[in-house]
């Protein structure tokens, strides 16, 4: 360990910890919003005020506030956006009975859970309220309560009276296999919200068990449970105290809200994370000039703290590439691997020569057409939209009409080696773990029968997963006739359907039953190795991933893919930030009336994946006007001069083709 004394450039942020912690032991504590930049040590700040809070480490008045909670039974409790954050909080932490880490779903879901009566009435209640507004929406436009508006109208209906009839509800995301009384991710979160407006019992509840409430990433915390809980922290002293961590800079998502420092009162503390631990200077100085860009079509302000690389970080590579956005997928695969070489030339590191930096893409469809996984992928969203890709909470595994693929046949695939052979042992293991085995005859005869029908449905299987143009519908036909695995029936009856789906909308509306169709045809097409690269894209364990995913992580070596014409949609346009797009009607209204903007939106994403690089930065911007997008490049003062160009294709497959 260096020896070195800290710099005080680098110690700027050394009394925030101790700010916070005279904040939640004022007579009455002082609810504040931590603003914490990207790197800035904000998990770290956050452990070392719950240890002096809870007599871990030796504090006054932390000490007796720990006193406290243990007298009355309470604790302290941390909210957070991931699995794998509340894990490193943990971690870090230590066995702590005075302190509780869950995500938001998880600390909703506990709160609520039980009340069956109460989550009934609010879940009718939010289905109401939706059937209202969504019967306006369609009666406000020129054609009306269209048909296809109607069936989703009814939908809503039914709903409404499946819920009338349910008595109990449980959390978990497949309602078709458990009913209306299966709670979504987003229903635990919706229902939470109201009943803490509405209920308070649940309020008083909340209070009892847990008086301080402290929030990470707030600023993409869904509104309606954000709004709930800091309005049961006012007036301060009303028995709960909430502690807001984050950046509105790193919001990405719309269920946050869209300028989260301007709803904090003012009698609210605001203590700053100033420093950057993170990055090397010249990517700390590029994600500073990107947020205090003063660009055309940008409504809301540039407001936070500049952010101060350590001391020791005097190094960073950043470049940008601009190329044609009209070109194939292919040739954009192989300008972005020029890219890559001409990073190897600029760096040295070997990462970008072998193809092991962390590519971040637009949209999902990007990442699975770039990680050969884009037909399985386009199916599973067809099947379940919402389920279908990664979620930056981690909460999303894929659509339950699918668990089956995904884990059970995953597994078996496992225990066969890469040259065919099968474990029999870890079959068996597998068989027993999801309890294949249990109705196996007692009949030696008949179990020896069972037993060889089970081997060569096996066999049949290794021989189908090392057939690199196997389809999931080949994969399955020998487990589905054997009967290995106890299949959902959705499964099956798609699989039986061997009639052609209908074909895909134009700009009409399709019924949820055709869009499944769709989806189970697609997906029992495409070819079953795409699978296992989906499994593992879907699972975090890529080295792709899309720019809002990866929010909260850090990686060495990144590149980052913009190419809004291929994601589709209109929420971000990294060509309208760089000079290739001009600014829409639309985006200039916005910027009258004081409403967000694309131009706001994509700054931050682009400030999001700029600062999770550490060492080195490949920007690469697939553009309507490179030329007029590098003249806007060159003007900006972002870079210097040789630090963007543009993609050379021509030696890119000359690159390839060596």
């Not at 603003?35 to 800035?40: D, V």
């Not at 956006?81 to 230590?94: E, M, P, Q, S």
């Not at 956005?325 to 192989?334: P, Q």
């Not at 798609?494 to 009409?508: E, V």
Request: charged share 25%; glycine share 8%.
């Amino acid at each position: 360990m260096s020896t070195l004394p800290i710099s005080a450039d680098n110690d700027r942020d050394a009394g925030v910890v101790e700010e916070i912690c005279g904040h939640l032991t004022e007579e009455p504590p002082r609810s504040y919003f931590l603003f914490a930049g990207a790197g800035s040590g904000k998990t770290r700040t956050l452990v070392e005020v719950l240890r002096r809070m809870t007599g871990v480490v030796k504090h006054e008045k932390g000490g007796l506030l720990a006193r406290r909670l243990r007298m009355y039974g309470r604790s302290i409790r941390v909210i957070t956006y991931t699995k794998n954050a509340v894990a490193v909080i943990n971690g870090r932490l230590g066995n702590n009975d005075l302190v509780g880490v869950s995500t938001i779903h998880a600390f909703c879901w506990e709160l609520i859970s039980g009340f069956n009566e109460d989550i009934q009435t609010a879940l009718i209640a939010i289905k109401e309220a939706q059937l209202e507004n969504k019967t306006a929406e369609a009666r406000a436009k020129p054609k009306g309560i269209t048909p296809a508006k109607q069936r989703d109208l009814e939908e809503i209906e039914d709903a409404i009276t499946a819920l009338r009839e349910t008595d109990v509800f449980i959390y978990h995301p497949d309602r078709e296999t458990y009913g209306s009384g299966a709670l979504t991710h987003q229903h635990v979160l919706d229902v939470t919200a109201w009943l803490l407006k509405n209920r308070p019992t649940l309020q008083t509840i909340l209070k009892d068990r847990y008086p301080i409430v402290l929030i990470d990433e707030s600023q993409d915390t869904m509104k309606g449970m954000l709004d709930a809980l800091m309005s049961l922290a006012e007036p301060r002293g009303s028995g709960l105290t909430i502690g807001l961590l984050g950046d509105h800079r790193q919001r990405i998502y719309n269920d946050g809200h869209s300028d989260l420092p301007s709803l904090v009162p003012e009698s609210w503390a605001t203590p700053e994370l100033q420093m950057n631990h993170r990055s090397q200077r010249r990517i700390v100085t590029l994600i500073n000039t990107i947020w205090e860009a003063k660009l055309e079509g940008r409504a809301k302000p540039a407001n936070g703290s500049k952010q101060h690389p350590r001391t020791e970080k005097t190094g960073g590579l950043v470049r940008l590439y601009v190329g044609d956005t009209k070109l194939s997928t292919e040739d954009k695969v192989i300008g972005e691997r020029w890219c890559a070489y001409q990073m190897w030339k600029a760096s040295g590191s070997e990462v970008w020569s072998q193809g092991t930096y962390k590519l971040l893409a637009l949209e999902h469809k990007l990442v699975a057409a770039r990680g050969s996984f884009l037909d399985v992928f386009s199916a599973m969203a067809l099947l379940d939209p919402n389920a279908a890709a990664p979620s930056g909470s981690g909460e999303n595994k894929g659509p339950a009409v699918v668990q089956f693929l995904l884990n059970e046949l995953a597994e078996l695939e496992a225990c066969v080696g890469s040259d065919g052979a099968v474990n029999e042992f870890k079959v068996t293991e597998v068989f027993r773990r999801y309890g294949c085995l249990d109705g196996m005859s007692e009949n030696t005869v008949e179990r020896a029968s069972r037993v060889d029908e089970i081997l060569q449905a096996i066999k049949a299987f290794a021989t189908s997963c090392a057939n690199p143009i196997s389809t999931v519908r080949e994969i399955l036909e020998p487990v589905l006739r054997a009967k290995l695995f106890e299949i959902d029936h959705r499964l099956l009856a798609a699989y039986a359907d061997m009639s052609l789906p209908p074909p895909a909308p134009g700009r009409g509306e399709e019924s949820k039953q055709d869009r499944m169709r769709r989806g189970w045809y697609a997906l029992l097409s495409s070819p079953w190795n795409q699978l296992q690269k989906y499994r593992i894209y879907l699972a975090g364990n890529s080295s792709l991933a899309t720019h809002q995913v990866v929010k909260g992580s850090e990686f060495p070596h990144v590149m980052i893919v913009m190419d809004d014409k291929l994601a589709g949609g209109n929420l971000f346009c990294y060509d309208k930030i760089f000079g290739g797009v001009e600014l829409s009607k639309r985006d200039k209204d916005n910027v009258i009336e004081d409403k967000e903007t694309t131009i706001d939106r994509t700054l931050r994403l682009l400030y999001v994946t700029c600062s999770r690089a550490e060492e080195s930065l490949a920007l690469v911007l697939w553009s309507s006007n490179p030329v007029a997008a590098l003249a806007r490049i060159k003007d900006s003062g972002w870079f210097v001069d040789d630090e963007f160009e543009a993609i050379q294709l021509t030696n890119s497959k000359c690159l390839i083709d060596r």
